[in-house]
């Protein structure tokens, strides 16, 4: 079984999810501990596991504990410190903020008119100026109310991508395939927030 480690309030509301390969920088490390967490916080990792089944075992974990939210924060990601109260007070579904793809583009999309192929946003539509509705968003810095999860059937998240998707149109990783279930299964849009603009 994969072991995970927790820093605990009591009780918590937000369960901080960070799906791991197990390695992360010393950098990244103390970043975290400047990370700033509104009220009571429960704080989790899984890993040795594909990306969608840890993140899939994360919201069974925050269910579990009674949190209203999860934030789904990757290894990779430097959001601003102040990055939950923005996203909170914005009481929205599913809101995340912007970081850069390892594709060298915003991992924020809408998907075409076919539903089959992803359209990368550009900095002319997202500009400084708050929450923004899109079709998917990067699962590396966002905030989820839990009540999306109670109202999907699991799994939440499903690493589709078997091929290069361009071989392969349609199907997507396991945070793409998430916004779109949201939307077509519960009504639940995605949302970017411009102004939370992460390393």
Not at 11 to 16: A, H, Q, R, V
Not at 105 to 114: E, F, G, L, M, R
Not at 174 to 192: M, R, V
Request: net charge neutral; proline share 10%; with cysteine.
């Amino acid at each position: 079984m994969p072991g995970y480690w927790e820093l605990k309030g009591n009780p918590p509301d937000l369960l901080i999810g960070i799906p791991s390969l197990g390695l992360v920088t010393i950098d990244w490390s103390l970043y975290l501990l400047s990370f700033g967490r509104p009220g009571p916080t429960l704080m989790r990792t899984w890993k040795g596991v594909p990306i969608d089944v840890a993140r899939d075992q994360l919201v069974r974990d925050a269910i579990k504990e009674g949190c209203s939210h999860i934030f789904f924060w990757d290894s990779d990601v430097y959001p601003p410190t102040d990055t939950l109260n923005v996203l909170y007070a914005e009481r929205l579904p599913i809101i995340g903020g912007l970081y850069w793809s390892k594709r060298g583009h915003y991992a924020c999309w809408n998907v075409d008119i076919s539903g089959r192929t992803l359209i990368p946003m550009t900095d002319k539509e997202l500009p400084y100026k708050g929450p923004i509705r899109v079709d998917a968003i990067g699962m590396g810095c966002c905030l989820i109310d839990v009540r999306v999860f109670k109202n999907l059937s699991p799994p939440w998240f499903n690493w589709e991508i078997r091929e290069p998707p361009a071989k392969e149109p349609g199907k997507w990783s396991e945070d793409i395939s998430f916004a779109l279930k949201a939307w077509k299964q519960g009504g639940f849009p995605t949302y970017i927030h411009t102004s939370v603009r992460c390393g």
